[in-house]
């Protein structure tokens, strides 16, 4: 099986389940490494768990 399709997540009725529905991001994308050296960042976000979270200025977005 490939490896994509089995960590594919589906809703009852069949179709794909999206994780970011709705929601579009600006730019391109980073590259793989990249979104995985940050995952703890993008957990911390989600949670509301980093205490020191300041949000970046989109003229320092890269």
Known sequence: MNEEI?????NADGTKQYIFPGLTFNGPAV????YLDHYEEYVQ????TRKDFEAVPESELH
């Open 45 to 48: 976000r989600c949670s509301n």
């Open 6 to 10: 089995k960590n594919v997540s589906f």
């Open 31 to 34: 590259s793989k490494k990249e």
